[in-house]
Structures are given as C-alpha cells and as structure tokens.
C-alpha cells in the first residue's frame, strides 16, 4: 500500500519542484487537468437537469450555470491530479498526465484548481443563485475532500460513495432555475449514483494491476474479480427502478421508459457476460457502453421534455 501523500506535505514539496526545474506548461496540459472527457459528462447531465426544471432562466443566466458547473468540474479534476500525482505516476493510464510526466509544477495544478473552484462558486452565487453555489460548492468539496482524499486510498467503498460526487451536477442545473431540489432531481442524483459503481468496477477490472501497483483498494483488487463481478450485477439490477422512475413520476414518457428499459437490459447482459467469462475483453465492453448508457437515458430525457419529439412533457 503506498503512503497517501498529505495535502500539507504536497504543499511543501510544490516549490522544490518547481525550482528543481524549468517547468513550462502547455495550454494543453491545463486542459488535461480539467479531464474534459469526464467534464463533459458533468455538464451534460447539468443541464438536462436544468432543461428539465420547472420555470425559466434567461439564456444568459443559463449559460453561466452551465460554464460554472464546468469550470467546478474542471477544478475537482485538477485538484485530484495534483493529490495524486504519486499514484498517477505508478498507473499505466494515468502516468502521462502533466505532473506525474514532469510538464507541470505541483503548486501550479493545485493553485489552478483553488481558483477555478472558487470562481465556478462565486459565479454561480452572483449570477444565478446561491442554491446552486452551495451544492457546486458541495460537489467539489465532497470530490476533493471525501472522495480523493478521504476514501479512494482507504476503502473498497470508495466508488460506492464518491459516487455521489458525480451525481450532484443535474440537481446543480435544477436549482440554478428552481432554487431549490426536486423530486426528478433526485432520481436524476439517483441514475448516476447507482450508475457509478458498475462503471468503474468494469474499468477496475481490466486496471487491477495497476490498481495493485498503486496501493488503491479497488473492489477487484481488494475483493477479488468474482465479488466484484457479483456487485456489477447487483447494481444493473437496482438501475431498472431508477431508470424508470421518471416514467413514474410523469417526467418521460412511455418512449423512453421502452428505450430505459431496452437499455438496461443490455446493461445487465453484458455484467451477466463478465459475470460468466474470465476474457477482459467482456469488462471493457461494459465500460465503454455505460458511457453510452448514460448518455442516452439523459438524452432521452430531455428529448421527451422538448415540444414535438417523444410526445413533450408529460406532467
């Protein structure tokens, strides 16, 4: 197991770094600590949750609380690759990243983030309300602070709960037009939270060395893959429910509780499939189509909210 590096040692270490030698940063490698790949999947389901909440933001306003809940992304991202860039470093996925590569001084990636955090939540205060600065403000402290380094190097669970982390953005986009949290936020909280686990599990299965090598207990590594396997399938199963709640609440309509139901079958299939074979080739499979899983249940969402396409809103 390594040793966790502590935020105030990480502190210290940042300018020796910096002095030890000439960093010069591209623009690309402060992209790349936003993690734009995750960043989009955060904003998206943001704003499905703000599409589909009752009332009306200007356009203007709407955008900001779309561009705060990205930088606010952005900025949990670049904080986790600045208290991880130990374990980054020792991770055949992760070791190109700009501080574990050497392109970046510590201390810059973490000012970096500080700020960007910051402002998303300043931002979103002044501009739009204050409601959803508190939850941004909650998503990113619960990411930084609880997640990276309260849980990831101490418990299988970590998955299991940070996974809240990820699922705060729709209930930031409905509050930014409400100013407060309803039910159809919650089950959108709901579909991510139970969506998480699987996920990452899939991805842990095929990373499990690198895993081991870096000291995380991730479910495979801790557990072994056959647990893990068992709880993949567990949580497709609990996702039917939450995937048709909105169905039940009046949210969607009865395309996309077909689509919702079409989707999680195949969910289930293919954990049934890992459950079944030792070929690595059946978790990235999973992998990659709870990308898509989520995608398009929140695509499809939002389509049968808008005029015309699966029949408008249903309540």
């Not at 940042?14 to 995750?38: E, I, N, Q, S």
């Not at 936020?185 to 991510?192: D, H, R, S």
Request: hydrophobic residues 55%; proline residues 7%; positive net charge.
């Amino acid at each position: 197991m390594s040793v966790p590096v502590t935020p105030s040692a990480a502190l210290l270490d940042a300018p020796r770094a910096a002095g030890a030698r000439d960093f010069d940063p591209a623009v690309a490698d402060y992209l790349a600590l936003l993690k734009p790949r995750v960043m989009s999947l955060v904003v998206f389901t943001g704003w499905v949750g703000l599409y589909l909440a009752p009332g009306h933001l200007h356009p203007l306003l709407a955008s900001v609380a779309i561009l705060c809940i990205a930088l606010g992304a952005g900025a949990s991202g670049a904080i986790n690759m600045w208290y991880e860039r130990d374990i980054d470093a020792l991770m055949e996925r992760t070791r190109r990243r700009p501080l574990p590569a050497g392109r970046m001084a510590p201390g810059d990636a973490l000012g970096f983030g500080v700020v960007l955090a910051a402002s998303s939540v300043i931002v979103m205060g002044l501009a739009v309300n204050w409601v959803a600065a508190t939850l941004l403000a909650m998503t990113i402290g619960f990411y930084v602070f609880i997640y990276t380094i309260g849980l990831k190097r101490r418990t299988p669970q970590n998955i299991v709960i940070g996974g809240a982390a990820g699922a705060f953005p729709p209930m930031i986009g409905w509050a930014a037009v409400t100013g407060d949290v309803g039910i159809p936020a919650l089950v959108l909280f709901a579909l991510i939270f139970f969506w998480t686990p699987p996920h990452f599990w899939a991805l842990s299965l095929y990373r499990a060395g690198d895993y081991a090598k870096a000291g995380v207990p991730m479910l495979p590594v801790v557990a072994g893959p056959a647990e893990t396997k068992k709880q993949m399938l567990l949580y497709t199963l609990l996702l039917w429910p939450v995937a048709l709640a909105p169905v039940a609440l009046g949210v969607a309509g009865w395309l996309y509780g077909a689509a919702a139901l079409l989707l999680s079958a195949w969910f289930t299939y293919l954990a049934l499939r890992v459950r079944a074979s030792e070929d690595l080739r059946w978790p990235k499979r999973m992998f990659g189509f709870s990308l898509l899983y989520l995608f398009l249940l929140f695509a499809l969402i939002a389509a049968d909210r808008a005029p015309g396409l699966l029949g408008g809103w249903q309540g």
